[in-house]
């Protein structure tokens, strides 16, 4: 006799995570932090500052603020498989087009339209369909889909430097758009909805309620704006900072890979301590891991010591947009899920372009990187806060008795 299960968790799920984890890990690989390997040759050709320079990876990402708000309703209305495959096609011209570029506003256009259009169809309504595919086990999905994205900006960048100094920064440009155009759109075709359970999306057991979008979604968003701008700085200054301080070229994206590649055992480890814990706990535990451990990079000074620290850091990085993603996934309604990811995470990806370019900023103030990575530290610290205090809140409304509200563990 059937139970269901198998109408309920169809083994394409797992098709869906792996397309979701190869998509994410190129396009996000390149707007998050691809761009570092790109700031001191463009520095170099062109005679820019690196404020100006980290720029160009801000509009970028403030592109995919914008956009994934937009593309996050749309997903909840459409077919997630058109939205992906207009992003595909976005970010691939974009690329293509940079090989091409003279001046600095050309960057800033070319980077916000990738953005917008691509990053923002690429991240919020994947993520979202991953949560929408999986009843149980859904802080898992989410972290192996989020760990091909944390192992996309280890080997962008790193493959981006080889690029560069073999064949210079605009063929480099000009070999990734073709690269991107070729895996993106097939794995587009492969993103599809999941099948509905009595005229209605399935839902994760114990998962209830969304709490009032008025209180809640401010406070998630602020929490991620925290955490991004703290994350970003070595996503975008680490390499350059290794290279400032040992001298190496493209050797210095080594363990800015080796962090990432660690970034996607956490995610995995922190996406299966959601299903255990809860999505809060977890995200907390992150945050705490990456926020104490940020402030050393500036401590170390041989190559060796950043091949050895970059991965313990890594390992709660990559735990902690996993905690973000499942949390918004765990209280929000299945109707509303990409909408409310892309809201969250455009306070996301504006702390990711704020942290950027704050770093470059002080960078160019000081000649030193001391007080990027202290204020990455003190915006991890604030994100910290306000998690405990969203916590602390549900967990005295559980104790009220008010658990109508409440996401429970699935």
Excluded: K
Aim: proline share 5%.
């Amino acid at each position: 006799m059937s139970t269901g299960r198998e109408v309920d968790e169809p083994r394409f799920r797992w098709v869906i995570v792996t397309a979701a984890a190869l998509l994410l890990g190129m396009a996000m690989g390149m707007l998050v932090n691809g761009l570092s390997a790109f700031v001191i040759p463009l520095e170099i050709h062109f005679g820019w500052n690196r404020a100006d320079v980290a720029a160009i990876n801000s509009f970028g990402l403030i592109g995919i603020a914008l956009g994934g708000i937009l593309m996050g309703f749309l997903a909840d209305r459409i077919s997630t498989r058109a939205i992906c495959l207009s992003g595909a096609m976005a970010l691939s011209l974009s690329l293509l087009v940079a090989a091409h570029a003279d001046a600095l506003w050309q960057f800033h256009a070319l980077f916000f339209f990738a953005g917008a259009v691509g990053g923002g169809a690429l991240f919020a309504p994947v993520i979202a369909l991953v949560g929408g595919w999986f009843h149980t086990g859904r802080g898992l999905a989410i972290g192996i889909a989020s760990a091909g994205q944390g192992l996309g900006q280890g080997l962008v960048p790193y493959t981006a430097g080889h690029l560069i100094e073999s064949i210079g920064w605009q063929s480099a440009f000009t070999a990734l758009g073709v690269f991107a155009l070729l895996t993106l759109v097939p794995l587009s075709f492969l993103l599809m909805r999941p099948p509905s359970v009595g005229g209605r999306a399935p839902q994760a057991p114990g998962e209830v309620a969304l709490l009032s979008p008025r209180i809640l979604l401010p406070a998630l968003s602020l929490a991620v704006l925290g955490c991004c701008i703290g994350m970003a700085v070595p996503l975008m200054h680490l390499v350059p900072l290794i290279q400032g301080v040992s001298g190496a070229g493209a050797e210095a994206g080594g363990p800015l890979l080796a962090m990432l590649i660690a970034a996607v055992a956490g995610r995995l480890f922190f996406g299966r301590l959601a299903d255990i814990l809860g999505p809060i706990p977890a995200w907390m535990a992150a945050t705490a891991w990456q926020t104490a451990l940020m402030l050393g990079f500036v401590l170390l000074d041989t190559m060796q010591s950043f091949w050895i620290y970059a991965p313990l850091y890594g390992f709660g990085y990559g735990g902690v947009m996993t905690g973000v993603l499942i949390t918004v996934g765990a209280l929000t309604p299945p109707a509303r899920r990409a909408s409310a990811t892309g809201i969250v995470l455009a306070f996301g990806w504006a702390g990711h372009a704020l942290g950027g370019w704050q770093g470059g900023h002080f960078f160019d103030m000081t000649g030193a990187y001391f007080w990027t990575f202290a204020n990455a530290t003190a915006a991890g610290a604030i994100n910290l806060v306000i998690v405990a205090l969203i916590w602390m809140a549900l967990r005295r409304r559980m104790a009220a008795g008010s658990t109508s509200d409440l996401p429970q563990p699935s």
